[in-house]
């Protein structure tokens, strides 16, 4: 068949399928895009001109945010379908590197198409060419690179034959899916070539489920069985994997108390008598208690971050180990622990099964359980906000929760990652949505397109702050042109009142994170017309009584509606650990000298996992 290259590449991308558990979905969703110079000529006419191929286009305004969106609806479709996104060369490509990394960190699928510098060289520059020094071939494309799980520039059109289906097979496995880049030349895009008719034939991607092996297995069942004081870290990997039902039946059986990262939130339904909820800086009180003693951490799909272990701080049982199941062989090394590469459900399923009658004692599971019971009374405590009319930013997680039960919350950056960690009730990992392996301001209105792209029925509640408001928010407008209904909950607390809290505990005043003008005095923004005039429906609340209306107008509404509510930026949500940020070591300012004085104090906690 003779096509140019991004008709082949549309044609191929058109017929790519995922299976796993007998069911298939779409690899590629359909197109998110923005043209220029660099795509419109191949990809452009190609995907104009092939419309009967069910990938449908959706423009956006911000290349960064298209990527956001597509690792958002692939969260929520467990992995299993995602989106491909086209760029023009130079500044619409580089848009795209944060939005990479995010999916490569959090190790979510996405296809990147940005295009790139005549192959041919004959306009040596081209408009937006770097032209670097020593590297003729250099191209700011290949900034992609370090954040892609694959990457491959597409010079000649018969690399597509190899290419294309090794960016499929990395973009469909479990353990090495992450940001995929396909650089396409501005004049290779256009060029036609034979294509073997069998290129184009459907293919199915089976999505591996790989069991532990025998002797990975019967070690972590010995260490299980040794321990006194077990505690499981149920992270993305239950998720993805669809173990939650495994792993109930796992701890109800043996006793082993849950806890869950921000990832893994949701594995057990919040009020399940053995989920303790958050771990480490995020905590829970409940949970970081028992972590502080256990002498057995099973790690379930979970990359064992700096907020889930505080820093090193928080497992201080001289005779902790760690069982790590995970299909990443690099997670499952960490903190020196009994590695278990495997699929989550596939090796809780066997553990369950080889461990016959064992269980925990009955006291640590009584006193696993009263903990639970204590924290979730003090939840209930944070959620009430305070006396008075003003809101706190916990009464407008508890209200929005409490009115939507069932809906989806998003979010990424700031305060309210911990707060919803510890205060969302959720009853599956669905119900919860918060990008925290590259934690990206901008991460949150793309990602309630991405969610409702994937999901028909629950409502998608954007949780957004202010300052990350500021920073993105233009695809208001694309959701509006596609007709993708979701609610935004904008914090307005003044400006960037999580980095004010860190800078507060660093021994520092104020500087350059509230919104403020040149002379120090408040910048106030008109939020609520902002939004309008993107066209979404608009309420501004002050007090709990005016959000709880808000929130009973727009339920059942369709359409993008937003809700500004200001918070005391006073009022934090205690947090129960220590996290990792350095102090100053000299300092002519008495504050920061005993910032620093408490920090050395807190990193004598700090332990090594060999
Ligand atoms: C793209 C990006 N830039 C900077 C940061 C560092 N950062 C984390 S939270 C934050 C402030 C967020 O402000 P806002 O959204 O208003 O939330 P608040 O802190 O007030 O809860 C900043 C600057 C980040 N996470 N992402
Ligand atoms: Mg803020």
Not at 158 to 177: F, G, I, K, N, Y
Not at 417 to 436: I, N, S
Request: aromatic share 8%; net charge negative; proline share 6%.
């Amino acid at each position: 068949m003779r096509l140019t290259v991004a008709q082949a590449l549309v044609r191929f991308l058109a017929v790519q399928w995922t299976e796993r558990d007998g069911q298939r979905f779409r690899l590629i969703r359909g197109v998110f895009g923005i043209f220029g110079h660099g795509n419109l000529p191949g990809l452009g006419e190609a995907l104009l001109n092939h419309r009967e191929l069910d990938l449908p286009f959706y423009r956006f305004q911000n290349e960064q945010a298209m990527v956001h969106t597509a690792i958002a609806y692939a969260k929520h479709m467990d992995r299993l379908s995602t989106f491909a996104c086209t760029s023009s060369i130079g500044p619409g490509a580089t848009n795209m590197v944060t939005g990479a990394a995010a999916a490569t960190i959090n190790r979510l699928p996405v296809l990147l198409l940005p295009a790139d510098y005549f192959a041919n060289r004959f306009p040596d520059p081209v408009l937006q060419q770097l032209e670097h020094p020593l590297d003729f071939d250099a191209s700011v494309n290949d900034t992609l690179r370090i954040v892609s799980r694959f990457f491959a520039r597409i010079t000649r059109p018969e690399q597509l034959l190899s290419a294309l289906p090794q960016a499929m097979r990395v973009l469909s496995d479990p353990a090495e899916t992450g940001a995929v880049t396909l650089a396409l030349p501005e004049d290779v895009q256009t060029e036609a070539y034979d294509w073997p008719e069998a290129f184009f034939a459907p293919r199915v991607w089976r999505v591996r489920r790989p069991p532990p092996e025998p002797e990975a297995l019967e070690g972590a069942v010995q260490r299980i069985r040794g321990a006194q004081k077990p505690l499981i870290v149920a992270g993305g990997g239950v998720r993805y994997s669809g173990a939650s039902e495994a792993l109930r039946q796992l701890v109800e059986k043996r006793g082993i108390p849950v806890t869950e990262t921000q990832a893994g939130k949701g594995s057990l339904p919040w009020d399940h008598p053995l989920n303790l909820g958050p771990l480490g800086v995020n905590g829970s009180l409940a949970a970081n208690r028992l972590a502080e003693g256990a002498d057995l951490i099973i790690a379930v799909g979970t990359r064992l971050t700096d907020f889930v272990t505080a820093s090193k701080t928080l497992f201080q049982n001289p005779q902790v180990r760690f069982v790590n199941i995970n299909l990443v062989p690099g997670d499952a090394h960490k903190m020196g622990g009994w590695p278990v590469v495997a699929d989550a459900r596939e090796a809780l399923r066997l553990l369950h099964e080889a461990l016959g009658e064992h269980a925990t004692p009955l006291v640590y599971r009584q006193e696993a359980m009263e903990l639970k019971r204590a924290w979730e009374a003090e939840v209930d405590r944070l959620r009430q906000g305070r006396e008075g009319n003003g809101l706190t930013q916990a009464e407008v997680i508890a209200l929005v929760n409490d009115v939507f039960p069932d809906g989806i919350a998003i979010n990424a950056a700031g305060s309210m990652p911990g707060d919803l960690l510890k205060l969302w009730r959720t009853q599956d990992p669905k119900g919860y949505h918060v990008e925290y392996g590259y934690s990206t301001m901008g991460y949150e209105i793309p990602a309630g397109l991405g969610v409702r792209l994937a999901e028909e029925a629950r409502e998608v509640v954007v949780f957004i702050g202010d300052g990350s408001y500021l920073m993105m928010n233009s695809e208001l407008v694309t959701a509006r042109a596609y007709g993708l209904s979701f609610l935004v909950i904008l914090v307005e607390n003044r400006g960037f009142q999580s980095i004010r809290g860190l800078q507060h505990s660093l021994g520092s005043p104020e500087f350059g994170n509230e919104l403020k003008d040149g002379q120090g005095n408040p910048l106030t923004v008109d939020f609520a017309a902002h939004a309008r005039a993107l066209g979404a429906k608009v309420y501004e609340v002050h007090t709990p009584l005016e959000l709880r209306k808000a929130l009973e107008a727009v339920r059942g509404d369709q359409g993008v509606r937003v809700i500004v509510a200001h918070v005391d930026p006073e009022q934090r949500t205690p947090g129960y650990a220590f996290w990792d940020v350095p102090v100053a070591e000299v300092s002519d300012h008495p504050e920061v000298r005993a910032a620093r004085e408490r920090y050395e104090e807190a990193i004598k906690r700090r332990r090594w996992f060999l």
